[in-house]
């Protein structure tokens, strides 16, 4: 029925139209057109065979609905044909001597004999390109090759390995190490009861270096001191056992390789009770590089820049609010929070957040002061302690959602592995599709919909099905409140300026005037407060707006002042002024004049009222220097009477 031709797993022809698989005439024409390939023609006592594989799948589906899977069936001779027995090994686990002077028990030589036998069979197969097809080549190789083992006799007497990941670790085990990895924990020799006292310390502290010994290298710079301490010789399995146990291992691991993995293996953890949590109970919020890449305006005609803030709502693990910026800062945080207050209609009764600047600036502390619930609080995480819900639901969103588009560079900082990265040729080649900045926008509101539509594989309900669950724990937020509370204070006050108030925000800057109920520039207001420092208040969706100004009084609170409008621009250029522009620019030009007349009349009024004037002073100094400073209190009263002012 099936059989290997030319390393190609084959099916008889006849078997498939014998069996009602597919009709004769129906094969003939498939093979006609290279729908089937043949690799024997049939005739002469030969048997026609074709390539299981170019059978088109809705035959294949027959075929394993008939008799499971064709390979299967020959797996176990496969397998075998590749099976040498290892003299080596043999000797080796006989002559193995344990602590007491006896050897291996006769069942557990002959296991890990035959274990060895299999190691060296998947290390031939492995390496082996023609071989590898005839197990579905390096994709499919080692599921069939682990399940191919587990079916062999069970007069092979090795370990049955659960799964492939387990198997491949015993394998990389078997390569570094050789026969002693394959014996059993409890028939180690101990002569790693000898690593103490000196010795100890010295293997610990030369394995802690950041060079990063491997166990061999280790014992040659052992070995090479060895004989002039004093010292006894030492087995690699010894020394790596000895190395694995967690009192060394915790020393040496957060030496070697940093506190994160230290933290990772051995960091206690607290278990948080969740059983009574309910939807808006904690929110958190996330920012880091998105993992997408655009098209861009470079050499390159390709980047990821772009930076993704995000919302989530812990205990349905929704994400309520998010926003997109070429940096991550406060008005990238503010924007995903007022997402998130419009999305949820409510506040949080605990609201947490990283150390990033942006968070614990005062402009932002200010707003989460205001946001949390009645009760509520807010604070953030310390760093180093993985105690953000935020940032482990945001590994798997980037993991489960975002990693999956074809334009993701997958560049997490904590990509290791080969399967984490992307396939950069793949992209480069497409760059031409790749979507704009300005489409980001609603490629990451479709990514946010699977996301929130998904759910975690143990629960029944969906994220969003979670969170509109009801609750008697909810405090609603109104129109009003959400207005009042998403306007940012800048954190020192700034000068308004004769051509008006700037702000500078993201990077970008601003600049804004004060008009009155006429759409004029305000003369009251500048007669008041050009040179003055005011607080800026403003929302960052509406800075091509108006923002508030606020003066502070001398107890410290803030008092509203006025609200500045973006500043008009004006086109001097005839031919490009719009309807009505060059009356505004006049009307704008104006009140330079306007102002200074005004000035200059209410000098001139002042002077009136007080009889003080230029004129004055000069007569005033000129009689002190003809008196030599002594004039009589009569003749001074007299001059000031006829003096040269009274006289006009």
Known sequence: MFEYQQNTLCVASTWLCSTGIMSEGNYKKLCSIGKIKKLTIGGNGRKALVAYESI??????????KVGDPYASVKNIVFGDYMEWDYDAEHYFRDYILDNGSHLPEEKQNEYTHQAIMFNTVKHIAVNVV????????????DRMLEAIQNLPETWQHTRYKN????????????????????SGKWLNANASVIVGDVSDFLLAQYCLPI????????KVYESVRESKGWKSLSERAVNAWLEKTEQKRIWMLA????EEYMKAFGHTVTRKRTEWFPNAWWAIDGTKLDLVHFANNKQ??????????????????????????????????RAIKMAVNESGCRPFLFTYDKQSGHTSNKMQDLYDRL?????THYSHKVGRKSSPAEQIFNRLQQQVISKMWFSDKQSIKVRTAKNRPNTDFIVEYKNALPTVDEFNKIFTALVNKWNTGKQDDWEFTRTQMYNQETERREEIDIMDQLSMFWIDETKAKKYYAHGMPLTVEGKDYIYEVYDETNNVDLEFRRKYVGESLIVRYDPERLDDFVGLYELTPSGEKRFVAYAQSKRMHESIPVLMKDNSKALLLQDVSVRDAELKRDQEAYERLIQRTGITRESLIEEQELMVKF????PKEEQMETDRTSFYSKF
């Open 628 to 631: 030599q400073g002594h004039l």
């Open 212 to 219: 990063k010994y491997t166990t061999p290298e280790l014992l």
């Open 256 to 259: 070697r390789d940093g506190r």
């Open 372 to 376: 949390p619930a009645k009760g509520g």
């Open 301 to 334: 005609k390709m980047a990821a820049e772009l930076k993704i803030n995000v919302v989530f709502d812990v205990y349905s693990e929704k994400i309520i609010g998010w926003d997109i910026a070429y940096s991550e800062n406060h008005a990238s945080h503010f």
């Open 56 to 65: 088109p799948d809705r035959f294949k589906k027959i075929i394993r609905e």
């Open 164 to 183: 492939v990941l387990s198997f491949k670790r015993a394998l990389k085990r078997y390569e570094d190490e050789g026969y002693i990895s394959i014996v």
């Open 131 to 142: 071989i590898q097809k005839r197990f579905g080549g390096k994709k499919l190789m080692w």
